[in-house]
């Protein structure tokens, strides 16, 4: 994985293939390659670029040769270190037929020792390759594109998109997908193919959702659709908004600084959205989204596919994620439980499917995604899907597999987030959530609409917090404190209650940007074995709560903490003085109402780690190894 861009048209291909790679480029960025066939002599010529951050850039420079017809792609490794040989396109062994693929592809190791027994030479250490060269086989056999097509889906297991271009038919872009995002833009005398429609959607608005367990074989003016078993099946031109805009750092060092100081407009878009639904009614209403009813009506359930009576019933609430969002997950239930007193579970999407299911009356099940896309997160829903239980997607992106595939759907307003450590989107879920979880309060009679209308104040005081505290601490951190932490090798980060969700993720973020050791621990634990792990050289990291009871079991975990001289920094509310003066290094921001602790605290984290990571010369935006959408399991 993880970008893909194919264009078939009456312009050279390069120019279209390139763009789009370069705006998915942040999804994945350890090589890009470009295969196009050659308007010369109607051979496939391609160049590949491995290494550092910016593959697309260093492909662009490189390309000597373009067609009509031709792909791109950007990969973030699965199989195979990241070098030219291992990065995408994928070759047969006589080089005419190449394959480009987001995916995993399962039991290749078996079908590799198979092909190589028959006498096929292996150039890369991919799992990709294997479709080239059976598809060879295949075509060979047949003679015939899309006979070889059916009978290769028969052969290849696990999840997929695949884009083959064949000198044999050179006119023709075959894409096959199994569980993996394709989209097909529909032009004037050309067509797009790409994992996400952002790829050319400023080009064209007319897209084509390439259905499950299907293959199309695109030419300039033509779209053939049929199943894996051969049958034709109908090509549904639908019209979509999302548009490209170009997207600027805007003056900002990096995208994530940029997203970091974004979240507190984000969120108040996100409520406004929220308390209007859907952008579409908002206009009928003449309102822009920064504005909003004073008069709550049955819209949010209808964008859900629920009805009040539904929200009466409900018994429980299962929430499904994973990485970040899994977090955002764990604070919801907090939410849900707490304000609305409804049975909340979260369960990680990767473990998910491989648990037994128990399908339960009036239960709904709520997957949150940033991209909608996340693999773990779409097989959970499509299994909860076959026992006809009732889903909702939460996400960013509104055009997304997600989307489509629930019952019923919310998206945050976030906006285009690029950096691939999540920052907005992670406190827009977390507001959503802690909205949701009021409303279906409200409509159960236990709250009334004007403390609605102060849960929606208490959001945008808790977003001012976020940003204000940035403020208040940016010279400490910038001048002393990132330089100080930036020498330390490893931390230990403890919260209780609503904050330890919240300290894993800020363990996360530590990890996946500054590549600092971090383990994340429940305070209450610390006493049962970790505590072995506590010394003057390992900072530990406490994030405070508001609820008395729970603070002062917080502040004797951080007394032990002290009582084995370790190092203490402390995210704090006004007036906790005790736990202040414990401090080593102590961020106090001002009070905020119940649960929204996290959101507070979010924004001050952030930055803290962003500084930390830049004090040790790591790249922000593109840490090494990851993918911002990981589209296989």
């Not at 290849?156 to 038919?169: H, I, N, T």
């Not at 994992?195 to 897209?207: C, E, G, N, P, R």
């Not at 629920?306 to 969002?325: D, F, Q, R, V």
Request: some cysteine; glycine content about 6%; proline content about 3%.
């Amino acid at each position: 994985m993880c970008g893909i861009v194919a264009y078939a048209g009456n312009k050279f291909s390069s120019p279209s293939v390139l763009e789009g790679l370069a705006r998915l480029e942040y999804r994945g960025y350890d090589s890009a390659g470009f295969v196009c066939v050659d308007a010369h002599n109607n051979r496939l010529s391609f160049y590949k670029e491995a290494g550092g951050v910016a593959p697309v850039a260093r492909l662009s420079a490189a390309i000597k040769t373009d067609g009509f017809v031709g792909m791109g792609h950007t990969r973030w490794a699965t199989h195979g270190i990241v070098d030219s040989l291992n990065a995408h396109p994928h070759f047969n062994c006589k080089k005419n037929i190449a394959v480009i693929h987001n995916g995993i592809i399962e039991g290749y190791e078996e079908l590799r020792q198979s092909l190589i027994s028959e006498g096929h030479v292996f150039s890369s250490s991919t799992d990709t390759e294997i479709a080239a060269h059976l598809l060879s086989d295949l075509v060979n056999e047949h003679q015939d594109l899309k006979k070889a097509l059916i009978h290769l889906v028969d052969v290849v297991k696990g999840a997929y998109a695949f884009v083959f271009l064949c000198e044999q038919f050179p006119d023709t872009l075959a894409v096959v997908r199994r569980r993996s995002p394709i989209v097909i833009g529909v032009g004037e005398h050309e067509m797009f193919v790409a994992s996400d429609l952002l790829a050319f959607s400023d080009i064209t608005k007319k897209v084509i959702f390439v259905p499950d367990n299907s293959i199309a074989l695109v030419s300039k003016d033509s779209v053939e659709l049929f199943g894996f078993d051969g049958t034709p099946l109908a090509v549904v031109i639908q019209e979509v908004d999302q548009i490209f805009t170009g997207i600027d750092k805007e003056g900002f060092d990096d995208y994530m600084l940029k997203e970091i100081y974004e979240q507190k407009h984000a969120i108040a878009r996100t409520i406004a959205f929220c308390k209007i639904i859907g952008s579409s009614e908002a206009q009928s209403l003449g309102l822009p989204l920064e504005q909003s009813p004073t008069e709550y009506n049955d819209a949010v359930w209808r964008q859900l596919s629920l009805t009040t009576e539904n929200i009466k019933n409900l018994k429980k609430i299962k929430l499904i994620a994973a990485g970040t969002s899994w977090h955002a997950g764990r604070l919801a239930q907090f939410f849900f439980e707490t304000v609305c007193k409804i049975q909340t579970q979260v369960h990680l999407a990767s473990e998910f499917r491989y648990m037994p299911f128990f399908p339960e009356p009036d239960s709904i099940y709520i997957m949150i995604s940033q991209s909608g896309e996340t693999a773990d997160t779409l097989e959970a829903l499509r299994l909860i899907n076959s026992f006809d239980q009732h889903t909702i997607a939460l996400t960013n992106v509104a055009s997304s597999t997600m989307v489509r595939e629930a019952s019923g759907f919310l998206c945050m307003q976030a906006g285009p987030e690029i950096s691939v450590a999540s920052t907005k989107a992670f406190s827009t879920q977390v507001a959503t959530l802690y909205w949701l979880a009021h409303r279906i309060a409200f409509d159960r009679g236990d709250i009334t609409a004007q403390q609605m209308h102060e849960t929606e104040e208490n959001l945008f005081i808790a977003a001012e917090v976020l940003e204000t505290s940035i403020e208040v601490y940016k010279f400490a951190i910038v001048h002393e404190l990132a330089a100080r932490y930036a020498k330390y090798d490893r931390f230990i980060f403890l919260g209780r209650h609503i904050s330890y969700p919240f300290a894993m993720e800020a363990a996360l973020k530590l990890k996946e940007l500054s590549y600092i050791f971090a383990q994340c621990y429940p305070a209450g634990e610390l006493k049962h074995g970790p505590i072995a792990l506590v010394d003057e050289r390992t900072p530990v990291v406490i994030f405070s709560v508001l609820d008395e009871l729970i603070y002062q079991k917080l502040l004797s975990n951080a007394q032990t903490v002290k009582a084995r001289k370790g190092h203490l920094i402390v995210f704090a509310f006004e007036g906790q003085k005790e736990l202040i003066a414990l401090a080593d290094c102590c961020f106090v921001v001002p009070r905020v109402a119940p649960l929204l602790e996290p959101l507070a605290f979010t924004g001050l984290m952030q930055f803290f780690v962003y500084h930390i990571t830049r004090q040790l010369g790591h790249p922000i935006d593109k840490p090494r190894n990851l993918a911002k959408s990981v589209t296989v399991e």
